[in-house]
């Protein structure tokens, strides 16, 4: 070996050392000034309340104010590429959904950011289960009913999509592909409460909703619920199956939302703000606040292991979407 190719070897070494020692040293003295996280949806939506509700018990862990700035449009595509596009410093956060970062990249062949390389899952911090509801001018009172209801009628019954790149969206395509109900959508914009404020009129007949949004409705008597998408029954619905119990066991999801950092952001600050979110997600108060709305306060093990339930999930619904034929109108 040539002592040029010595002495280069040596400078590479020495410069990894230096980048490490600093990436550690700012590690030490993070986080010094407040943090943004982008929430990619307008205020009020399920992902916008789960952040709130993470974020005074994060800002209590670390030391410093969070600041949420909500860049709502085009199903959280933008929010999170100014996510993506800022500095990797552990300063500027992207809180974001399944549909977001698992479900989009498979609609969105143009998408500017692919959440695997642009963003770094930091941990999953919530999940809310989805929750197949109806008008109570709608007949069935179970999955078994509406089947035989809708097949008797073939393209009669018409069921409310926020929007069909979402989760809930997808939730009714696979059950009508596995059911074979011939269906009329009736597309939404804006989320699911104008969908669910005409289910609750009448105007929809049925449809999938998370649960956090849907709740209160079913509660006060103006909607009814036909399942849920969890694997067990929940525990504030107790007398409600499951899709699992009525015949559909590949419907089981959830809508979950989880803290990213920028990639290329320093791993001792990401192993920091993991160890934030769990510390957070484990005070009373916030699991308290989240199970009153309908969600679950929770955590992953490691970076390492949401980064591989990201995969998981990404990899399930590019399955549902090409099995479905879903698509952008």
């Known amino acids: 070996m040539t002592k040029g190719r010595i002495a280069s070897l040596l400078f590479v070494a020495l410069f990894g050392l230096s980048t490490v020692a600093a990436a550690q040293d700012a590690a030490k003295d993070y986080p010094n000034k407040p943090i943004r996280v982008i929430v990619p949806f307008a205020p009020g939506g399920a992902t ?70 642009d963003l770094i899952p930091v941990s999953i911090a919530s999940e809310t289960a989805g929750i197949l509801v ?34 809930n969206a997808l939730e009714m395509e696979q059950f009508r592909r596995t059911a074979g109900l011939d269906m009329l959508q009736v597309p939404y914009k804006g989320g699911a409460g104008p969908a669910l404020n005409d289910l ?87 699991r308290t606040l989240m199970s009153d709305a309908g969600m679950l306060a929770s955590s992953s093990a490691s970076p390492a292991d949401f980064k591989a339930f990201l995969a998981a999930e990404t990899a399930k619904w590019q399955r549902v979407v090409k099995e479905t034929g879903a698509k952008l109108e």
């Open 134 to 167: 109806a008008s109570t001018k709608f007949p069935p009172n179970s999955v078994k009913e509406m089947i035989d209801y809708v097949k008797a009628r073939p393209g009669q019954i018409n069921y409310g999509a926020a929007g069909i790149s979402t989760l």
């Open 48 to 117: 916008d309340i789960a952040m709130r509700m993470v974020q005074q018990g994060m800002s209590k862990v670390l030391g410093q104010q969070i600041v949420i700035d909500n860049r709502g449009g085009a199903a959280g595509n933008i929010g999170m590429e100014v996510a993506a596009r800022a500095t990797p410093d552990g300063y500027t956060l992207l809180f974001a959904n399944v549909g977001t970062t698992a479900i989009n990249p498979s609609f969105y062949k143009d998408l500017a950011v692919t959440p695997e390389r």
């Open 200 to 286: 609750v009129a009448g105007h929809v007949d049925v449809m999938f909703v998370t649960f956090s949004s849907a709740y209160g409705h079913v509660r006060g008597g103006n909607l009814k619920a036909l399942a849920v998408t969890t694997r067990d029954r929940l525990p504030q619905l107790p007398n409600v199956a499951t899709m699992v119990e009525q015949g559909f066991p590949d419907n089981v999801s959830s809508s979950w939302q989880g803290l990213f950092a920028v990639a290329g952001t320093p791993q001792p600050i990401v192993a920091k703000l993991h160890a934030a979110v769990v510390e957070a997600m484990k005070d009373p108060h916030t």
